[in-house]
């Protein structure tokens, strides 16, 4: 089992998107049993809420439901439980390089690494309009396919 944390700062519009997206990756890609999958945000504010009205109707407009979705934090035990945890920009790596354990064996990086872009963060789409949004799903969709084809080589070669 590989297990893969995605991380932002509020969970309500980047990682509960990346984590819906990359669900159904996995589950047309028949791994869905071998890959468990969760998101969270650094902060504190959106602990228990639905992901954002604006998210939810950019990934239904790609076919996603993301509304079962709730917002919880970061907690010391996910450096254990996870083998990658992927911020999605710059201070949400800091907040978690932070926080991570000495001994933190778990892969800590940016998401959009495996969309070949090592610099590149996924905006915060909270303060702005629609377009960020569909940015945000594009920026999304790009790294979660890299990500998927990573997770493929790796189960392969382990099994
Ligand atoms: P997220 O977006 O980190 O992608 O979930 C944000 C959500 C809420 C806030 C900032 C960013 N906020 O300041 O409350």
Request: hydrophobic content about 40%; glycine content about 10%; aromatic content about 6%.
């Amino acid at each position: 089992m590989i297990r893969i944390l995605f991380v932002c700062l509020g969970n309500i519009c980047r990682s509960p998107t990346a984590e819906g997206m990359f669900r159904q990756m996995l589950d047309e890609a028949g791994l869905a049993d071998r890959v468990e999958i969760d998101s969270c945000g650094v902060g504190p504010w959106h602990v228990g809420e639905a992901p954002d009205p604006r998210a939810r109707k950019a990934a239904s407009r790609r076919g996603l439901d993301i509304g079962g979705l709730r917002g919880r934090q970061l907690e010391a035990a996910d450096f254990e439980r996870f083998d990658y945890l992927l911020a999605m920009d710059e201070d949400n790596l800091a907040a978690l390089q932070a926080q991570c354990p000495a001994d933190c064996r778990a892969h800590v990086g940016l998401f959009l690494a495996f969309a070949g872009l090592p610099d590149t963060p996924v905006p915060d789409p909270y303060f702005g309009g629609e377009r960020g949004f569909e940015d945000m799903m594009d920026l999304l969709e790009a790294a979660s396919r890299g990500l998927l084809d990573s997770i493929r080589e790796r189960l392969e070669t382990s099994s």
